[in-house]
């Protein structure tokens, strides 16, 4: 039987029985060393995308054929399990890698009986062994320029390593220093500030190592250069502990300078009493409520919406409750929205269905959910591809109804999670922060509750959400169908508050009655203050009945005493949560923060039992036993939150947006969701002061919403990019442009797009294809004359540039545009000249489009049968080519010339179709017209409610879009009937 040894660390080396593994290409290498470390099998079609990116399906899996051929015969048919549809390694006798030895040795103290963060004796040996596996970094040198996916994994692997490396480092480190080696134990030290200059508790290890061998001078010489580095790279001092211990040894107290910090890996906390048990008091009646609307779910689904004022208790009513429902096997999909967060597009969406999946991995949703619904869900969630799922053809994003498929493609993967035992819950939290793609989806998904048992429950702040909010619509559209109702919290009473104060049993020398009635004095029964008033109480706060209690600005003072116990690191910790801005996981807590894994660890337990943070499970149900990486954490109320960061001084929050956006950044990789990522990492680079990487971030994020239908964040998005001085500005201006055109935003996107055309020069055919543009958003207005200069000025710039497809759509709509000035000859000519330049191109497009225009002139000259047979052909065309725009268009003038000849009902169903595709394509002039149109058509035939429903939904958008703020806005932009 053969060896086969596979050495990662450093390198890539490859032995077969001592002799090294001769194969043809890197690939094969690369292959080989993502199944032996992954140790899982891999679909052939996601190995073949990993590697060969660049290639069709078919060429790819071709050369991925090909490789396994070679590396199958290079290991003698030994060590490779290849099968029909996957590939993975079968490991035997002989069989070495070099990473799993690693972490082997490095969790060998699992039997030792102590901790992960402290160090025994018989823990040295396995830390040595570690420590020599770690030639260098992982895969060292090795890189695959044309595959990204691969680099991108092999980036991830190297950074998880590095971190463990740095915490191999910090445990041999202190083991040495308790035995007395100090020699090893500073050259250690060393290694691990060579590996993060910027991490300051490694410069603490080493000064202090240097203080109690006795060599202050260098302990003195190690702050100095800790201080530079910071200064240099951050622009910011060193932390207040840092200092500390720098004074204590400039004063020569080596044993105080000892003291200040052990050499166990984690920062000792002082113990801390837990924060009290606050029971749920005087709120029977909305239990009540809940309990009534979850029983409502049988057939069909139900919203529920829950409001009050902030402070109110509407997270806690509903955690409680899901709390029993979940207990009783209900599963439950809960995201929640944060001040800020408005332009990140999906983010609770995401927040949730991440979770679900995290939590049902194993309960068999993944069979009940078709693979065209899960290819939709994919574009949000790309995890989904790889889990092994059948995800079938990709439907490109540009496709007719893709707005539709994508949102039904959310709803199947939520209804699949909520399994088909009792009715699932969708928890949404304070959606009055919620951005505008999440309200487009949770629209879709509550006008779709009937025959879908499923509880959608939703919270919301009062004041925060206005009469004319798209929810207070939302929720009434709902109610009207039986479908939907709503719970209204008040304030505590008097009595509820004494209940409250006597269930939480807390150590107070005044009577229960005098503290309960001053109490709901100073709150109002406001939930919020009264548990930071008890909160307070129980950490022996002097709060007497008899005295003025300090409530600058409501609960400022109170919540600052509490934070003033925290100590150094909980602080920094905080500083770090606050931040981040949003719920926030153990690693980009720890990796922003600076601090050790264990030191996070302590430090974080000490900030939940002083109830500031909070967490929620995601993978398990024992929380106590879970990985801290399984865990999301909160603090348990914005508040809170925002008044750590108001305590945080600017240049601290510059250095720590920093930190937060590379955690982040590191997070994409490992994703594989470089673009969902985006509008998070973009933020935080800005608000860091980096603006060029916030610039390329902002740009990536406004390109991803607007791939999932999210156009008021893409304008945003890429506004800010231009903002920060992108340095594709033309494409920028182009691409803004482009959106305010959608939006029927004219006189902006006439703006842009003049900016846009300022960085081009001569006959560059970037700039005809902004004049172009130019000419159709001036065709838009009704401006004809204008929108005639612009294409003649197009048709010279593209002269001689060989672009026939450019051509053939330029004359498409400069022939309408010429038979809207009273020029039918004219205009005939352009759309003959237009379908011969499209077939000769050819460009199904632009093919589609010269027989839609052809259509609109026969159709007026009153040729019905050939108007038709043109509109019909441009129809199909666009279809083939999967061109929505151009199917609105055929569609509507197909809808026109059956009217024309009196097929009413034809023509309703062309036009609804048509409204369809448009909503999708998100096009708000061309969808008023639709609507305009639709109204007509339903006047003719004798539905008068459907046509005033239509004639209403047509004069609200006709409105928006002439509401310019411009001298110039015409009557034309009302008219618009064919295009």
Not at 369 to 392: C, I, K, Q, Y
Not at 405 to 414: D, H, I, K, P, V
Not at 538 to 558: C, F, G, I, Y
Not at 801 to 816: C, I, Q
Request: hydrophobic letters at 40%; a negative charge; proline letters at 4%.
């Amino acid at each position: 039987m053969s060896r086969l040894s596979i050495v990662l660390l450093g390198s890539p080396q490859i032995d077969l029985d001592g002799v090294p593994l001769e194969v043809d290409t890197r690939k094969a290498v690369a292959m080989l060393a993502y199944l032996a470390v992954t140790d899982v099998s891999h679909r052939r079609e996601t190995l073949a995308a990993l590697l060969w990116p660049d290639y069709d399906q078919s060429h790819a899996m071709g050369a991925l054929r090909r490789t396994l051929s070679s590396l199958r015969k290079a290991l003698r048919g030994e060590f490779l399990e290849i099968k029909r549809e996957t590939v993975g390694i079968q490991p035997q006798d002989g069989w070495r890698l070099d990473v799993d030895e690693f972490h082997r040795l490095l969790n060998e103290w699992q039997a030792h009986g102590h901790a992960s963060h402290q160090a025994c004796p018989r823990c040295i040996s396995s830390l040595e062994g570690a420590l020599r596996l770690y030639r260098d970094h992982f895969m060292a040198g090795f890189t695959l320029r044309d595959s990204p996916g691969f680099d991108d994994w092999e980036f991830y692997q190297a950074e998880s390593l590095r971190r463990d490396l740095a915490g191999l480092l910090e445990r041999l480190g202190q083991g040495y220093a308790a035995q007395g080696h100090y020699d090893k134990a500073i050259g250690i030290a060393k290694r691990q500030v060579a590996l993060d200059p910027l991490h300051e508790p490694a410069h603490r290890q080493l000064m202090q190592l240097y203080a109690q061998s006795g060599q202050h001078n260098a302990a003195l010489r190690q702050y100095q250069e800790c201080e530079r580095i910071l200064e240099v790279e951050l622009g910011v001092p060193p932390l207040e502990e840092t200092t500390r211990l720098y004074l204590l040894i400039k004063q020569r107290r080596s044993d105080d300078a000892g003291e200040s910090q052990t050499f166990s890996l984690v920062a000792q906390v002082a113990p801390v009493s837990l924060a009290p048990h606050i029971p749920l008091v005087g709120r029977e009646g909305e239990l009540l409520a809940l309990q009534e609307a979850y029983a409502k779910v049988i057939g069909d689904g139900h919203f529920l919406v829950i409001e009050g004022e902030t402070g109110i208790g509407k997270t806690r009513l509903v955690e409680d409750y899901l709390a029993g429902l979940k207990s009783r096997g209900v599963v439950t999909v809960a995201g929640r929205c944060y001040p800020g967060q408005s332009n990140l597009a999906y983010a609770p969406v995401m927040e949730g269905l991440r979770g679900a999946i995290q939590e049902n991995l194993n309960a068999g949703w993944q069979q009940s959910v078709p693979a065209l619904w899960l290819n939709e869900a994919a574009h949000l969630l790309p995890e989904l591809s790889r889990m092994g799922l059948d995800l079938g053809e990709e439907t490109p994003l540009e496709s007719p109804g893709a707005q539709i498929r994508f949102y039904e493609g959310l709803s199947q993967l939520l209804l699949a999670l909520c399994g088909e035992g009792p009715p699932g819950v969708v928890f949404f939290d304070d959606l009055q922060w919620a951005d505008e793609a999440t309200l487009e989806f949770l629209t879709y998904l509550v006008r779709r509750l009937q025959a879908r048992p499923v509880l959608v429950l939703v919270t919301w702040a009062t004041e925060e959400v206005a009469p004319g909010h798209p929810l207070r619509h939302l929720y009434a559209e709902a109610q009207r169908s039986g479908l939907a109702s709503a719970i209204s919290l008040s304030r505590l009473s008097a009595t509820a508050v004494t209940e409250l104060v006597e269930a939480a049993a807390l150590p107070m020398s005044d009577s229960t009655q005098a503290v309960s009635q001053r109490l709901y004095q100073e709150s109002e029964g406001l939930p919020f203050i009264l548990v930071e008033y008890l909160a307070a109480i129980n950490e022996e706060t002097t709060v007497k009945p008899d005295q003025a209690w300090s409530m600058p600005e409501r609960v400022r003072d109170l919540v600052l005493a509490r934070l003033e116990k925290v100590g150094d690191a909980g602080w920094q910790l905080l500083q770090t949560a606050a931040v981040i801005g949003r719920s926030f996981d153990f690693d980009t807590l720890r990796e922003a923060s600076g601090r050790t894994e264990d030191e996070a660890v302590i430090t974080l337990e000490g900030l939940i039992s002083r109830g500031l943070i909070r967490e929620s499970q995601v993978g398990s149900d024992d929380a106590q036993s879970a990985s801290p990486r399984g865990l999301m954490y909160d603090f348990v109320h914005d508040k809170v939150r925002s008044l750590v960061a108001s305590e945080t001084s600017q240049i601290r929050r510059r250095l720590l947006h920093q930190r937060v956006a590379q955690a982040l950044v590191t997070q994409a990789r490992e994703r594989q969701d470089r673009a969902g990522l985006a509008g998070q990492i973009a933020s935080h680079f800005r608000q860091g002061g980096r603006a060029r990487e916030a610039a390329e971030y902002y740009k990536l994020a406004g390109e991803h919403a607007h791939s999932v239908h999210a156009n008021a964040e893409a304008l945003a998005d890429l506004q800010t990019a231009l903002a920060l001085g992108h340095a594709d500005t033309a494409g920028l201006d182009e691409a803004i442009a482009d959106l305010h055109v959608l939006q029927g935003n004219y006189a902006a996107a006439l703006f842009s797009y003049e900016s846009a055309s300022a960085h081009y020069q001569g006959k560059d055919p970037g700039l005809a294809r902004i004049e172009h543009k130019l000419g159709e958003l001036s065709s838009r207005r009704g401006d004809w004359e204008r929108a005639e200069r612009y294409f003649q000025a197009a048709a010279d710039g593209l002269q001689g540039n060989d672009s026939p497809s450019n051509l053939s759509r330029l004359y498409s709509d400069w022939s309408r545009v010429t038979y809207r000035q009273g020029k039918p000859e004219r205009a005939r000519q352009l759309a003959t000249q237009a379908l011969q330049l499209a077939e000769a191109a050819p460009d199904a497009a632009a093919l589609s489009q010269a027989y839609n225009v052809l259509g609109i002139l026969e159709r007026n000259r009153g040729e019905l049968p050939q108007a038709i047979y043109h509109l019909t052909s441009s129809l199909e065309v666009a279809e083939r080519a999967g061109d929505w725009g151009g199917q609105v268009a055929a569609l509507n003038n197909l809808s026109l010339a059956y009217a024309d000849g009196g097929e009413l009902t034809q023509a309703i169903s062309c036009t609804q179709k048509a409204l369809a595709l448009c909503v999708s394509l998100g096009d708000r002039h061309r969808q008023a017209a639709l609507h305009n149109n639709l109204a007509d058509l339903y006047h003719a035939s004798g539905q008068g409610e459907a046509s005033l429903s239509h004639l209403k939904q047509a004069v609200v958008i006709f409105a928006e879009i002439g509401a310019t703020g411009t001298e110039d806005t015409r009557p034309e932009i009302w008219k618009l009937t064919e295009w």
